[in-house]
């Protein structure tokens, strides 16, 4: 590790996962770098892997699922390997995750205040309950919930997605986390409440500089968030840039497609071309193609992409790129 | 007959549907006797007409009661009160026998190409299915249309003896876009078809129904979350706010210059794919949306608008004509 401003660093992670049919490279060989107060973005299309490196560093791969190599120094502590109660103490405390599903991810026969309190006084043993009542109140409207004192009592079916939402944010963050990891944080909302709860994000990454892991889907939500991007396919990383980079110049024909087949709500577009659409679908993880995994559905693939697998080259300005076209 | 009052209309286009002053109301059913408690305003007085050929999208957030608005169209849900005109008969009033008739020209594609497709039949008989019910096709005669409309979704005729588990998301929507075809349909009612798919999947079913309305001259009513997909693909939006039309206009116009409050913040919040325009100062809509079992008094966005007056609190607005659109707003962005 080098630099003091790395907070997690990631190197040459594999989760495979064995199954009866045969191994699952979900993860395969990826090494992603986040620095203290960074907003990195993971995308890529269901099956990817995006969801399992997210797992994987929170240590919540379960069999047939193992972390197969690699290392995830998390303030230069190898994640991998390290005991249960010491993740224990980490999670919730100084890595923290928020995920897709508000309505699975809190329990419901608790009330919601008291579900953020246990955080708390989990990993502040000589905390009192009042004072941790106190914390959760504030952070409550921190977040945004109204009527935060109510609210603490209310148990989850009583609350909206939105504000469901806001309370699994204020228990991911009750501890200040240092990195925070956020899985497709807002595809359940509606798009005003999307908005809100991005803004929300944003804004106390400000203030706590937490760093974020942003992981989704949808490009917009990166355009808006991410300060650096990561682009998965089958379980590899195909591209990575700046944000500004990757959507001005994309390099991989996978980004390049993906960037071309949304349509945008801020212009309009021309439909007698119809929409440029990648063709063909994401290959099956338990049949991989041979060389490069995109190139069944690449326009560009030639015969060298089909026997070998490219390396992911540096570009230039951080920008990495894993495409035959590119050399060092 | 009734005399029906042309809205919003031109001359030049036909329409093949007119929907006036639809309400569907579910009640709420509380207690041990299922007492009816309340009532939800899924669809409250909804009137617009459909132009044959176009597509008309209908967009909102959940529980506005777009799905709702959808399949009451269909019959799929009954109506509480309203009437809706498809070619001049009153779909409300029809026997079952005369709507078994009808539903040969109108018919849905789902949002879950997992839920919507029976798994324990094979593709053949699931797009089959509405050649034997309606058109009593023999066997031959089905194959032969199955393999056509297979082939014209995109899927591999050899595909006809699986079943739906054996599919991707994507393939299986073609299947249910396939069935939905199979008996020549001019209205179809897409509700979310391609909210459940990837991206890289998305477009490819966004071409397919494109390709297929301009090759059988189908009427959609497009009924979608995804601001996005819909500027590219309508040519007419429907803004829906608990369970009202708030804004009816053609998707550019709304979309550049929205008039009602409600589609300007909506428009504003899908996260644009550019990151250049993060500069911009982002408009965002406080508050939640309101319960469609008791909504707000007066205009029923009132609650959460950044403009509201007096006025608004008390009084509903009604969907008035303003610069060739309809918008439900006491002081319109004009």
């Given at each position: 590790?080098n630099d003091?401003s790395t907070?997690l660093e990631i190197n040459n992670?594999?989760?495979?996962?064995?199954?009866?049919?045969?191994?699952?490279?979900?993860?395969?060989d990826i090494s992603i770098k986040v620095k203290?107060?960074q907003i990195i973005g993971i995308v890529g299309?269901?099956?990817c892997?995006k969801?399992?490196t997210?797992?994987?560093?929170?240590?919540?791969?379960?069999?047939?699922?193992?972390?197969?190599?690699?290392?995830?120094?998390?303030?230069?502590?190898?994640?991998?390997?390290?005991?249960?109660?010491?993740?224990?103490?980490?999670?919730?405390?100084?890595?923290?995750?928020?995920?897709?599903?508000?309505?699975?991810?809190?329990?419901?026969?608790?009330?919601?205040?008291?579900?953020?309190?246990?955080?708390?006084?989990?990993?502040?043993?000589?905390?009192?309950?009042?004072?941790?009542?106190?914390?959760?109140?504030?952070?409550?409207?921190?977040?945004?919930?109204?009527?935060?004192?109510?609210?603490?009592?209310?148990?989850?079916?009583?609350?909206?997605?939105?504000?469901?939402?806001?309370?699994?944010?204020?228990?991911?963050?009750?501890?200040?986390?240092?990195?925070?990891?956020?899985?497709?944080?807002?595809?359940?909302?509606?798009?005003?409440?999307?908005?809100?709860?991005?803004?929300?994000?944003?804004?106390?990454?400000?203030?706590?500089?937490?760093s974020?892991i942003m992981i989704t889907?949808?490009l917009?939500?990166v355009a808006e968030m991410c300060d650096y991007v990561y682009v998965m396919y089958?379980?590899k990383i195909m591209e990575q840039a700046d944000v500004y980079e990757l959507f001005d110049h994309p390099k991989h024909p996978y980004t390049e497609g993906l960037l071309k087949?949304?349509?945008?709500?801020?212009?309009?577009?021309?439909?007698?071309?119809?929409?440029?659409?990648?063709?063909?679908?994401?290959?099956?993880?338990?049949?991989?193609?041979?060389?490069c995994r995109f190139?069944?559905?690449c326009?560009y693939?030639?015969?060298?992409c089909?026997?070998?697998e490219p390396d992911l080259v540096d570009v230039g300005e951080g920008h990495l790129v894993r495409c035959i076209k590119y050399k060092n | 007959?009734?005399?029906?009052?042309?809205?919003?209309?031109?001359?030049?286009?036909?329409?093949?549907?007119?929907?006036?002053?639809?309400?569907?109301?579910?009640?709420?059913?509380?207690?041990?006797?299922?007492?009816?408690?309340?009532?939800?305003?899924?669809?409250?007085?909804?009137?617009?007409?459909?132009?044959?050929?176009?597509?008309?999208?209908?967009?909102?957030?959940?529980?506005?009661?777009?799905?709702?608005?959808?399949?009451?169209?269909?019959?799929?849900?009954?109506?509480?009160?309203?009437?809706?005109?498809?070619?001049?008969?009153?779909?409300?009033?029809?026997?079952?026998?005369?709507?078994?008739?009808?539903?040969?020209?109108?018919?849905?594609?789902?949002?879950?190409?997992?839920?919507?497709?029976?798994?324990?039949?094979?593709?053949?008989?699931?797009?089959?299915?509405?050649?034997?019910?309606?058109?009593?096709?023999?066997?031959?005669?089905?194959?032969?249309?199955?393999?056509?409309?297979?082939?014209?979704?995109?899927?591999?005729?050899?595909?006809?003896?699986?079943?739906?588990?054996?599919?991707?998301?994507?393939?299986?929507?073609?299947?249910?876009?396939?069935?939905?075809?199979?008996?020549?349909?001019?209205?179809?009612?897409?509700?979310?078809?391609?909210?459940?798919?990837?991206?890289?999947?998305?477009?490819?079913?966004?071409?397919?129904?494109?390709?297929?309305?301009?090759?059988?001259?189908?009427?959609?009513?497009?009924?979608?979350?995804?601001?996005?997909?819909?500027?590219?693909?309508?040519?007419?939006?429907?803004?829906?706010?608990?369970?009202?039309?708030?804004?009816?206009?053609?998707?550019?116009?709304?979309?550049?210059?929205?008039?009602?409050?409600?589609?300007?913040?909506?428009?504003?919040?899908?996260?644009?794919p550019d990151p250049h325009?993060r500069?911009?100062?982002?408009?965002?809509?406080?508050?939640?949306?309101?319960?469609?079992?008791?909504?707000?008094?007066?205009?029923?966005?009132?609650?959460?608008?950044?403009?509201?007056?007096?006025?608004?609190?008390?009084?509903?607005?009604?969907?008035?004509?303003?610069?060739?659109?309809?918008?439900?707003?006491?002081?319109?962005?004009?």
């Amino acid at each position: 590790m080098n630099d003091a401003s790395t907070i997690l660093e990631i190197n040459n992670l594999k989760t495979y996962f064995y199954t009866d049919k045969g191994v699952v490279p979900a993860v395969d060989d990826i090494s992603i770098k986040v620095k203290k107060g960074q907003i990195i973005g993971i995308v890529g299309e269901s099956g990817c892997g995006k969801s399992m490196t997210s797992l994987s560093i929170m240590q919540l791969i379960a069999p047939p699922g193992k972390i197969a190599g690699g290392e995830i120094l998390f303030q230069n502590k190898n994640l991998v390997g390290i005991s249960k109660a010491e993740m224990r103490s980490l999670r919730g405390n100084e890595l923290s995750m928020i995920f897709q599903e508000p309505m699975t991810s809190l329990n419901p026969v608790y009330p919601v205040g008291k579900q953020v309190a246990e955080t708390l006084l989990l990993h502040n043993k000589h905390m009192k309950k009042a004072e941790a009542k106190q914390k959760v109140i504030e952070m409550f409207k921190m977040v945004g919930i109204p009527e935060p004192e109510e609210r603490y009592r209310v148990f989850p079916h009583q609350l909206s997605g939105g504000l469901r939402q806001r309370v699994m944010i204020a228990m991911a963050l009750i501890c200040r986390s240092k990195l925070l990891i956020a899985d497709e944080p807002t595809t359940a909302l509606d798009v005003t409440i999307e908005a809100q709860i991005l803004k929300l994000m944003k804004n106390l990454q400000e203030e706590i500089d937490t760093s974020i892991i942003m992981i989704t889907h949808n490009l917009g939500i990166v355009a808006e968030m991410c300060d650096y991007v990561y682009v998965m396919y089958a379980g590899k990383i195909m591209e990575q840039a700046d944000v500004y980079e990757l959507f001005d110049h994309p390099k991989h024909p996978y980004t390049e497609g993906l960037l071309k087949s949304i349509p945008r709500s801020n212009v309009q577009q021309n439909k007698e071309k119809g929409l440029y659409s990648i063709k063909g679908m994401v290959p099956n993880m338990l049949n991989l193609p041979k060389g490069c995994r995109f190139h069944p559905r690449c326009i560009y693939a030639e015969d060298a992409c089909r026997e070998v697998e490219p390396d992911l080259v540096d570009v230039g300005e951080g920008h990495l790129v894993r495409c035959i076209k590119y050399k060092n | 007959m009734h005399k029906i009052q042309e809205l919003g209309g031109d001359d030049v286009n036909r329409v093949l549907m007119k929907v006036r002053n639809v309400k569907t109301y579910f009640p709420v059913e509380k207690g041990m006797f299922r007492k009816k408690s309340a009532m939800v305003h899924a669809v409250d007085d909804i009137s617009f007409d459909i132009y044959e050929g176009e597509t008309l999208a209908i967009v909102g957030e959940s529980g506005c009661g777009k799905s709702t608005l959808g399949r009451t169209l269909l019959r799929l849900l009954d109506a509480t009160e309203g009437e809706a005109y498809f070619e001049d008969q009153n779909i409300f009033e029809l026997t079952s026998k005369e709507l078994r008739q009808l539903r040969k020209q109108m018919q849905i594609i789902f949002q879950d190409p997992f839920a919507s497709l029976n798994p324990r039949m094979k593709v053949t008989d699931i797009i089959g299915e509405p050649l034997v019910t309606h058109e009593s096709m023999n066997k031959k005669e089905k194959d032969e249309r199955v393999a056509e409309l297979m082939e014209v979704v995109g899927l591999r005729k050899t595909y006809g003896n699986r079943y739906p588990h054996m599919f991707s998301g994507g393939q299986r929507q073609r299947i249910g876009i396939a069935r939905a075809l199979a008996l020549n349909p001019k209205f179809v009612v897409c509700d979310e078809p391609v909210s459940a798919l990837d991206v890289s999947i998305q477009s490819q079913i966004i071409n397919l129904l494109q390709k297929l309305q301009e090759q059988k001259q189908l009427t959609y009513l497009f009924i979608s979350h995804d601001l996005n997909v819909v500027r590219y693909f309508s040519d007419r939006i429907g803004v829906m706010f608990v369970g009202k039309i708030m804004e009816l206009g053609p998707t550019n116009e709304v979309y550049d210059h929205p008039l009602h409050p409600y589609t300007k913040f909506l428009v504003a919040a899908a996260p644009v794919p550019d990151p250049h325009e993060r500069s911009k100062e982002k408009l965002i809509l406080e508050g939640e949306i309101p319960s469609p079992i008791n909504p707000p008094s007066g205009c029923r966005f009132h609650t959460r608008c950044p403009y509201v007056q007096d006025r608004c609190k008390s009084q509903e607005p009604e969907l008035k004509q303003i610069e060739g659109r309809m918008v439900a707003c006491h002081y319109p962005l004009v």
